[in-house]
């Protein structure tokens, strides 16, 4: 192996929590940064229509993808308890299993967003002064759709083995490359959303390239061998397991956020603008928190299939410690420098700046909730209980929110971007309470159980 791992299943464990979750932000920042150099680039030189046209395809792209990067997830998850465990055949079976997943799922994917996006859009009552824009970005999009999802299930299955750097690495040429030829198509060839997303695309299949020749390069089960590529029937089911219901969730999540896009649509393309802008800062906040829900997931996956359940309990005390931390921190931030912010992407409407401060007040700064939530879910995960969060999610964020929509939003009285925002904390504190709540019970039997076959086989 080129890099160093970090050791999941011994050692300090903040200390070793910090140094594998701080390159996993830094490689979603720099996801994100792929998405705010789009937004930033078309607002400084193409104006707030073209900012909107942009924003309003990332809830429609992540219902469509989330399914499968969910995937991704049962592969990692898979990958970090064959490991935990021992069992490095499972390991070789999941990697060669995982990669030719992605590719299948990639194809599907390009044929549904290139022919498919402009009647989602028209779905989501996108304003005609947008979705022409719209719906050239997402079909230029979705034919690089397979890269993104390589990316993402070698990402999984590299940290999984402890290794965070990789994908931090892979990234950063990525994200540079994605800057440089966002200026190139936007500002030389004056190719507007086109080029930002051409850029995007181009950009993510380097990433793809990237991981997938780290994992050809590995001298452990992880290694992956083109000619050993197949579906292992076993670790597909298991990947299906664990990778459907966490998909189904993130798709359900994002029904939940195209239904709220919808709402923010029906205040016009300059509330879009500013509701994009501040949705792409939130996301800093956001890819932070969710990064110690990688963590939460690879730490318990390894640590689960070891049978360390006590060690588990830590590890769910130092994350959802960490979670807090970081995201109330970095949410007071972003709300007190928000105009300051919103200012960077949007230059041509006071008016679309005021409306992204609203969001932030109702979502940026209670967002540390999000992040107890999201780390719960991981920890739940990689005990192997994918199928519990995706019920309790979708009670309480997707039901909650399609409620409040319909009962409350849609009435006249209330029918304002203060009321719709008000239902992201809401949903995040409900859903949190419950997943706990089955996180402590899922532990107590887990000790039962070893310490039933400690008893026994001392007998």
């Given at each position: 192996m080129r890099r160093k791992n970090s050791d999941l299943l011994n050692g300090p464990l903040l200390k070793n929590c910090i140094y594998y979750t701080v390159p996993i932000i830094l490689s979603g920042v720099l996801q994100l940064l792929f998405n705010a150099a789009d937004l930033v680039v078309v607002g400084q030189f193409c104006g707030s229509v073209s900012v909107a046209a942009v924003g309003a395809t990332g809830s429609l792209i992540n219902l469509i993808v989330n399914l499968f990067i969910g995937l991704s997830v049962g592969a990692g998850v898979l990958v970090a308890q064959g490991i935990g465990a021992g069992s490095y055949e499972t390991v070789h079976r999941t990697v060669h299993t995982a990669i030719p997943a992605a590719v299948l799922g990639g194809l599907f994917l390009t044929a549904v967003g290139v022919f498919g996006s402009r009647i989602f859009l028209e779905w989501m009552k996108t304003p005609d002064d947008v979705i022409g824009l719209s719906a050239v970005y997402m079909q230029i999009y979705f034919c690089g759709i397979i890269a993104v999802l390589l990316y993402n299930f070698g990402a999984?299955?590299?940290?999984?083995?402890?290794?965070?750097?990789?994908?931090?690495?892979?990234?950063?040429?990525?994200?540079?490359?994605?800057?440089?030829l966002n200026l190139l198509f936007v500002i030389v060839l004056k190719m507007d959303v086109a080029g930002v997303a051409l850029a995007t695309a181009l950009s993510q299949v380097l990433a793809a390239?990237?991981?997938?020749?780290?994992?050809?390069?590995?001298?452990?089960?992880?290694?992956?061998?083109?000619?050993?590529?197949?579906?292992?029937?076993?670790?597909?089911?298991?990947?299906?397991?664990?990778?459907?219901?966490?998909?189904?969730?993130?798709?359900?999540?994002?029904?939940?956020?195209?239904?709220?896009?919808?709402?923010?649509?029906?205040?016009?393309?300059?509330?879009?603008?500013?509701?994009?802008?501040?949705?792409?800062?939130?996301?800093?906040?956001?890819?932070?928190?969710?990064?110690?829900?990688?963590?939460?997931?690879?730490?318990?996956?390894?640590?689960?299939?070891?049978?360390?359940?006590?060690?588990?309990?830590?590890?769910?005390?130092?994350?959802?410690?960490?979670?807090?931390?970081?995201?109330?921190?970095?949410?007071?931030?972003?709300?007190?420098?928000?105009?300051?912010?919103?200012?960077?992407?949007?230059?041509?409407?006071?008016?679309?700046?005021?409306?992204?401060?609203?969001?932030?007040?109702?979502?940026?700064?209670?967002?540390?909730?999000?992040?107890?939530?999201?780390?719960?879910?991981?920890i739940l995960r990689g005990m192997g209980a994918s199928m519990l969060p995706m019920i309790i999610s979708v009670a309480g964020v997707c039901g909650l929110r399609i409620f409040w929509i319909a009962a409350v939003f849609s009435r006249p009285l209330y029918h304002t971007p203060q009321v719709l925002y008000l239902s992201y904390p809401i949903s995040w504190t409900i859903t949190f309470a419950a997943e706990l709540a089955v996180y402590l019970v899922l532990l107590r039997r887990l000790r039962r159980g070893a310490k039933a076959d400690k008893?026994?086989?001392s007998r």
């Open positions: 999984s299955i590299l940290r999984a083995t402890g290794d965070t750097k990789g994908p931090l690495l892979f990234l950063t040429a990525a994200g540079v490359v994605n800057v440089l390239g990237l991981v997938i020749a780290s994992l050809m390069h590995r001298t452990d089960a992880c290694c992956f061998r083109l000619k050993d590529a197949r579906f292992y029937k076993a670790q597909l089911l298991q990947m299906l397991k664990i990778g459907v219901p966490a998909g189904v969730q993130g798709s359900l999540f994002s029904i939940s956020n195209v239904l709220i896009q919808s709402g923010v649509n029906s205040f016009g393309s300059v509330a879009m603008s500013g509701n994009a802008a501040a949705a792409n800062i939130e996301g800093f906040v956001y890819t932070s928190m969710n990064s110690l829900h990688q963590t939460a997931v690879n730490f318990t996956g390894q640590n689960y299939g070891a049978k360390k359940y006590d060690r588990i309990a830590r590890i769910a005390a130092c994350t959802l410690g960490c979670v807090t931390v970081v995201g109330a921190a970095m949410g007071v931030s972003g709300r007190v420098f928000a105009r300051s912010l919103l200012s960077i992407y949007i230059t041509d409407s006071p008016a679309a700046v005021a409306y992204g401060t609203v969001r932030m007040n109702y979502i940026c700064l209670p967002y540390f909730l999000c992040g107890l939530m999201d780390v719960t879910t991981g008893q026994g086989s």
